[in-house]
């Protein structure tokens, strides 16, 4: 079996892998059997001209030489093994998030039935409380867009993308397959299930779980953790005290108050995460801008972006962004204000928005554990406004680069509203200047970027501040042997698929 890259078609063109890979290794059509697509992408490097890219596998019947594009194909293969054992069916996790399910889905097959507990609600309850959070500005601190059944992930593009790829990220999508996505995300190269996709697979996989004999604890929050002898001895939750014989973190990146009672107990680390705004633009504008204007959007979707610049010791770069989406409001304690970007799977929304981000390190929030986590925190109570409560600070990108405010009110997706405000003094001159130095690169590259965009503060959640230490090979917490962090919240992952693999990784580590 041969892996074949670099096999260019037309968007326009019919599609005929045989008679593509017989003209790029200049044989008959009939030397090559059973071929899959690995992996397609979007070529758009030529707007009005776009092409598709793909990499397959194929049965080729004659001896072909190898080259950069031809290689032997390699099945991905397990490289965790199973290193702790237990005798209790029933591992306790902390989290119900990606890391928290698949955790739990390669336990059960392993034969365990975890119990799976987590702070907010089950997805039903907690959609409606966020509803209401966005209409009306009334904030649950326990159940929100950072909390609950899903976790963050669940009020987001739901995008696919992984920088890896391995035999845990295939299981990963194998499962989401298993359990409603559509099979292209296993080729896609920036596959995406918007939030109404992702809520449907996140209840099918309740459903199986629970089909399996695990058990979710709704509204239960980890409140105190005790460790002997290097291992947790006992956990309180709700008040109730209880003995597991393994413990699995999978927590989100939102959770302080959990950081604040690690952080006495088990080693953890400060690590340097990024800040800075939402930008919104028309979609129409993204769309012409990135792929041109003769384009069928009916075959391509929705135009999407992704652009990096440097200046001295700082990395300035688009984040998650969602074509056809909306800015949403993300807060997870009262009285602070959070932005994220969400879309459905149809990405069919007027406007598209991206986080813009400069890269921050303990230079400028200081070295000690959670030093990151108070900095983020700053940030996010200085942008709320008592009289317009979660309102969002908004700003003409152009008024933010001449230190001028804007003097009309923006039409943004952002709900529940916003409200005009200078951003340039919500960060220090050196993250201002940043932001203006990569604004100013991106202008040369989308021309109208900066004049269309319109700024929404602030972005801080892009990446856990902190890192809970453990094992490279087992997984374990350094400070306790049946303690397992996982996730994005451990400082792990980032993003929907780099998390679920991490905990589908940690889960794959027991065994009876």
Request: overall charge positive.
């Given at each position: ?63 072909i ?6 290689q ?16 209790d ?23 365990f ?84 996709g ?21 509204n ?7 460790i ?9 939750i709700?008040?109730e ?15 302080r ?11 953890m ?74 879309s ?45 409560p979660?309102?969002a ?49 991106f ?44 996730g ?25």
């Amino acid at each position: 079996m041969y892996q074949i890259r670099n096999i260019i078609l037309p968007i326009t063109s019919k599609l005929d892998l045989n008679h593509l890979i017989a003209q790029k290794l200049k044989l008959s059509k009939s030397d090559i059997e059973h071929v899959e697509i690995l992996r397609r992408s979007l070529d758009a490097r030529q707007k009005n001209h776009l092409k598709l890219n793909f990499t397959v596998k194929a049965e080729i019947l004659k001896k072909i030489k190898l080259n950069n594009d031809v290689q032997i194909y390699k099945e991905p293969e397990p490289y965790i093994n199973s290193n702790f054992q237990i005798s209790d069916p029933n591992p306790f996790i902390i989290g119900a998030g990606p890391a928290g399910l698949f955790a739990a889905l390669s336990l059960v097959e392993k034969g365990f039935q975890p119990y799976i507990f987590d702070r907010g609600d089950c997805l039903e309850k907690r959609a409606e409380k966020v509803a209401d959070y966005w209409k009306s500005g009334k904030l649950d601190p326990e159940s929100n867009v950072q909390f609950g059944e899903g976790g963050a992930g669940t009020f987001s593009d739901g995008k696919l993308t992984s920088r890896k790829s391995d035999y845990y990220t295939n299981q990963v999508t194998n499962y989401l397959i298993e359990f409603g996505a559509p099979e292209e995300i296993s080729y896609e190269a920036h596959p995406h299930l918007g939030t109404d996709g992702i809520r449907k697979i996140v209840l099918n996989i309740r459903k199986f779980l629970e089909a399996n004999g695990c058990k979710f604890f709704w509204n239960y929050k980890l409140e105190n953790i005790s460790i002997k002898n290097n291992k947790v001895e006992s956990v309180i939750i709700n008040n109730e005290s209880y003995q597991p014989e393994a413990l699995i973190l999978a927590l989100g990146n939102a959770t302080r108050d959990t950081f604040e009672l690690l952080s006495r107990k088990i080693e953890m680390e400060s690590k340097p995460f990024a800040v800075g705004f939402r930008i919104e633009h028309p979609q129409e504008f993204i769309n012409e801008t990135f792929f041109g204007k003769r384009n069928d959007f009916s075959i391509t979707g929705p135009a999407s972006y992704r652009l990096t610049a440097k200046t001295k010791n700082r990395g300035i770069y688009s984040f998650c962004m969602c074509p056809g989406g909306q800015v949403i409001g993300s807060a997870s304690e009262p009285d602070s204000i959070v932005t994220n970007g969400m879309s459905n799977s149809e990405r069919n929304g007027k406007f598209g928005n991206s986080a813009i981000v400069v890269t921050v390190n303990e230079n400028d929030y200081g070295k000690e554990i959670l030093a990151g986590m108070h900095f983020q925190r700053n940030l996010e109570q200085t942008c709320f406004k008592p009289e317009l409560p979660y309102f969002a600070p908004a700003q003409n990108a152009a008024d933010f680069m001449n230190s001028t405010p804007s003097s009309n009110k923006m039409k943004t997706s952002y709900l529940p509203d916003t409200y005009i405000h200078d951003l340039n003094s919500i960060f220090p001159t050196g993250i201002n200047s940043a932001l203006k130095s990569g604004m100013k690169k991106f202008e040369t590259l989308a021309k109208g970027f900066i004049e269309k965009g319109i700024f929404l503060a602030p972005e801080t959640r892009t990446s856990s501040p902190v890192r809970i230490i453990r094992d490279k090979v087992t997984l374990n917490s350094l400070t306790a042997s049946n303690l397992f962090p996982c996730g994005e919240g451990a400082g792990f992952a980032g993003g929907i698929m780099s998390s679920a693999a991490d905990g589908f990784k940690v889960g794959s580590q027991f065994y009876r």
